[in-house]
């Protein structure tokens, strides 16, 4: 087990980033969680910071680093859900949905990666999910936002690797946190569409509300946190190993319409 470690955690304030972050500091890291609003947690150094402002990362970063000497983990949890039918997205959603989950993400990287480089090695974890291999209607720019997370992982990887530093991507499934209720839903044509935006979204709620505890994610994330490598991609939960194998194995079209069938009914 790897201690005394320096790890940075964004969206540490609630659900799988506090709870990572807890985790984390049980292991024996020293911790800092970046969000935009502090929440008191024994053992964990909060900054404010909003991940979408690259003055504020990069202001951030150099005060860890100032400080401490060296970064030794980012975990790049902070991201938001939006759900509504792709035609009837608004243009400003689509894009805030990118600012946080991908470009936040990128800001975060691009500002460790020096750090890491010059001190000889270190260890990256970006959230992404199962949607970001198995597409979800009615929730298709969380999915985009999940997909180029996985994209971004795989080309980093082979980009960083000769500075001994390991990257990842987490696939989680459904899990039982604030996610759920800070979605931003949109209902509009949910009448042409014949109820099955609100349809979708009610499926996908009520598995969430039902799925794995926060607490159970944040020590999954942690553990793969504190690996020195492993694959690149890595599904959480037995179920959703089970999905990712078989979204991997089942022609595209039969795959697809299996999601259809539970989604977009």
Request: proline share 3%; hydrophobic share 45%; with cysteine.
């Amino acid at each position: 087990m790897i201690a005394n470690k320096i790890a940075v955690v964004t969206g540490g304030s609630g659900g799988i980033g506090r709870c990572t972050a807890a985790a984390l500091r049980d292991a024996g890291c020293t911790v800092y969680e970046l969000s935009r609003r502090e929440v008191n947690a024994e053992g964990i150094y909060h900054i404010t910071a909003d991940v979408t402002d690259e003055t504020q990362v990069i202001t951030a970063v150099k005060q860890i680093a100032d400080k401490e000497g060296r970064i030794d983990i980012l975990v790049n949890n902070a991201g938001f859900g939006i759900s509504g039918a792709a035609e009837l997205t608004e243009s400003r959603d689509s894009h805030a949905q990118l600012e946080l989950n991908l470009f936040g993400m990128d800001n975060m990287t691009r500002a460790v990666l020096p750090v890491m480089r010059a001190q000889g090695g270190g260890r990256i974890v970006c959230m992404s999910s199962i949607a970001g291999i198995v597409p979800i209607p009615f929730q298709l720019w969380y999915s985009v936002s999940k997909s180029a997370v996985i994209s971004y992982v795989l080309a980093l990887q082979n980009e960083v690797r000769p500075f001994n530093i390991s990257i990842c991507a987490i696939m989680p499934g459904d899990i039982a946190s604030g996610f759920t209720d800070a979605r931003r839903k949109s209902a509009a044509g949910d009448d042409v569409y014949a109820g099955r935006i609100a349809r979708s979204v009610a499926v996908m709620e009520h598995d969430e509300r039902t799925g794995m505890t926060a607490e159970y994610a944040g020590k999954f994330v942690a553990k793969y946190a504190l690996k020195k490598k492993s694959r690149p991609l890595v599904a959480m939960g037995f179920a959703y190993k089970g999905a990712a194998m078989i979204a991997k194995l089942l022609p595209r079209r039969l795959s697809n319409r299996i999601v259809g069938r539970i989604y977009a009914k």
